[in-house]
């Protein structure tokens, strides 16, 4: 899928006559002044892009009735292993033939759903048509009664997204935002905000529309996403971020949402620096790093704007445990659950090429224990960020 969200001109060698700009290494360049207006001409015309496709399906829908036949719309089956392929380079992402279910007005099962995914096309046709902007939520709670709930809402517009092979962002449709960003970043938002992520006692809140930032500096030597927010702010508390060098720190707060996902990213794609993770030594901490590092596999249409497979796991290895001599009454035995969600990630395409995350599998699936980040503090109250990272980053101990 093409990513439209940066407009790039090319200067022609010798033309100087423009406006001066600050680049990230801090030098000036000259942009010319017609690159606004060809950034302007290339929103109105991948605008017109995402309303013809919505056209396009309405046409198909009335041609349909014309016919006196009985409109169908036909999605993509995302939920389904047998439509994921996985690349190394990109993660987990859909297949060009992929198998299909209809979704049919005349269909007492289907037709409902047929009559929202119109509804919610309708409001995305004017709401691109009026350079407007809604969230999930503004969509559900304008008409509660007709939705039923937030979930219907969220898989109609993925559905809608894959269906148009369009971007869920480029539809106007924003997400909620629960994610944290703190350290050495800086950046503009779309209305000209200026945010500076400084690292202190409080974080950002991840920006609703990561695809309009610009202007995004940082000196930062890495970048940790840290799976939970009462860990995220631990290390904030403790001035992680400037104590061993430079860093960004990112939470999605557990499983991430879109926003978060594309914030790191955009991150990846900017500056190019290491990304490590830390999560708890459990089947949820690993299936988290996962969606981070290869995407999911309902979100694999937009694999290539989400996944970063250069992702290192670097902590709390089940392997860890052992080394570091944690007391076994601390850990926590493994339920059914556990064990079910663990055996489906062994048996993901990534594992076999990650032969040391497969031996680090093993070693949880045989102990039938997991730990929490937070069990490190019956070492020190300060062990994380004294210790353990500082001695992991310095002595490459990540896989």
């Not at 290494?25 to 991948?46: A, K, T």
């Not at 030594?281 to 299936?287: F, L, M, Q, T």
Request: glycine share 4%.
């Amino acid at each position: 899928m093409e990513d439209h969200s940066v407009c790039s001109t090319e200067v022609p060698a010798g033309n100087k006559a423009g406006f001066r700009e600050t680049s990230l290494s801090g030098h000036e360049s000259y942009v010319p002044r017609f690159y606004r207006m060809n950034c302007i001409i290339n929103f109105l015309c991948f605008s017109s892009e995402v309303l013809e496709a919505i056209e396009n399906v309405i046409q198909d829908v009335l041609k349909s009735l014309a016919q006196k036949r009985a409109p169908v719309l036909t999605l993509a089956n995302r939920s389904d292993w047998r439509n994921i392929e996985f690349k190394d380079s990109v993660g987990l992402q859909m297949i060009p033939c992929c198998t299909t279910k209809q979704i049919r007005i005349d269909c007492p099962r289907s037709a409902p759903k047929f009559a929202l995914m119109l509804k919610i096309l309708s409001m995305i046709y004017k709401m691109v048509q009026s350079n407007t902007y809604a969230t999930k939520r503004d969509i559900y709670y304008s008409d509660t009664l007709l939705f039923g709930s937030q979930s219907v809402v969220d898989n109609i517009i993925n559905d809608i997204s894959c269906m148009l092979k369009i971007p869920r962002r480029s539809l106007h449709i924003l997400s909620t935002t629960k994610g944290f960003v703190a350290g050495n970043l800086s950046y503009t938002e779309e209305d000209g905000t200026k945010v500076n992520c400084t690292c202190s006692a409080t974080a950002v809140t991840v920006p609703s529309n990561v695809q309009g930032i610009k202007n995004l500096i940082s000196h930062a030597k890495f970048m940790l996403i840290v799976e939970k927010d009462a860990t995220f702010q631990r290390l904030l508390d403790d001035d992680f971020c400037n104590k061993l060098s430079p860093c960004i720190m990112i939470t999605g707060r557990g499983v991430p949402d879109l926003n978060t996902r594309l914030l790191v990213r955009k991150l990846w794609d900017t500056f190019q620096i290491p990304i490590f993770t830390l999560m708890d030594a459990d089947p949820h901490g690993v299936e988290i790093m996962c969606i981070y590092k290869y995407g999911s596999v309902s979100m694999s249409f937009e694999a290539h704007h989400l996944t970063v497979p250069s992702i290192k796991w670097l902590g709390l290895l089940p392997s860890d445990l052992e080394r570091l001599n944690i007391r076994k009454d601390v850990l926590i035995p493994f339920t059914k659950q556990d064990q079910k969600k663990l055996a489906s990630i062994q048996k993901r395409p990534y594992i076999a090429c990650q032969p040391m995350w497969k031996k680090e599998l093993e070693i949880m699936a045989a102990s039938k224990l997991k730990a929490e980040i937070q069990v490190l503090t019956s070492l020190s109250s300060d062990y994380l960020s004294r210790v353990y990272l500082p001695n992991k980053l310095q002595f490459g101990g990540w896989l």
